[in-house]
Structure formats: C-alpha cells, structure tokens
C-alpha cells in the first residue's frame, strides 16, 4: 500500500506578487525551495490564509536570496499581494517509509525569510 504524506511545507509565506498573464504556477525564492527540499517544476498545494482558497500548481525558481513567493497564472485571482500562505509538497511512500518520515517545515516571517529554530 502506498500512502500520500506530506513531505514538506513552506508555512506563513507572504505573497509578494501576482502575474495574471502567465503560463501559470507559483515562483519561490530558490532558497526557499532547496531548504523545503522542493524541485521547480514539482506539484504543490497552496493554501491561503487569508481567503480560504486552496488550490494545486507547481513550483518555478526565483532569484535566491528574493524572498519572492508569486503566483501566475489563473491561479493569481485567487489571492492579493501581502495574503500569508502555506506551499505544500507530498510524496507518496510505503507503510514503513510513512511511519518513519519526518516532514520539513520551513518557517518565514513577513519578509519570507525563514525563521531560525
């Protein structure tokens, strides 16, 4: 059997752009995205704090060091600049592996710059 886990997560992130006419997805700050270990390219659900939207797309690499976190795309109406937000990645492991992953979690502040604990 295989089960679907959350991997990894980017909790609290603030949106710091929309870009309607665009071929779609959500654009992270590179450093953001090794930390959360999180390809470009990979499957992500968001979910918005601030309307209750959640919805599925896929991750592309922004400029490291940014702090970007911006939605293209259709999905950009879906949210406004400023609204916090969680970026979350599955994977899909056998009962063993599911038992024994931890997933990461990376924290930000306002800025999306990661919380150190």
């Known amino acids: 059997m295989q089960r679907i886990?959350?991997?990894?997560?980017?909790?609290?992130a603030t949106l710091t752009g929309l870009e309607l006419y665009y071929e779609g997805s959500i654009t992270i700050d590179a450093d953001l995205l090794d930390m959360a270990d999180m390809l470009p390219g990979e499957q992500v659900q968001v979910v918005n704090f601030n309307n209750g939207q959640r919805f599925?797309?896929?991750t592309i690499a922004g400029e490291r060091g940014s702090g970007v976190v911006e939605l293209n795309g259709p999905a950009s109406r879906l949210a406004s600049v400023g609204d916090r937000i969680i970026v979350i990645s599955y994977g899909h492991y056998d009962d063993a592996e599911a038992r024994a992953m931890e997933p990461i979690v990376v924290q930000v502040d306002e800025n999306n710059r990661p919380i150190r604990r």
């Open 56 to 58: 599925v797309t896929y």
């Open 5 to 12: 886990m959350k991997k990894s997560k980017i909790h609290m």
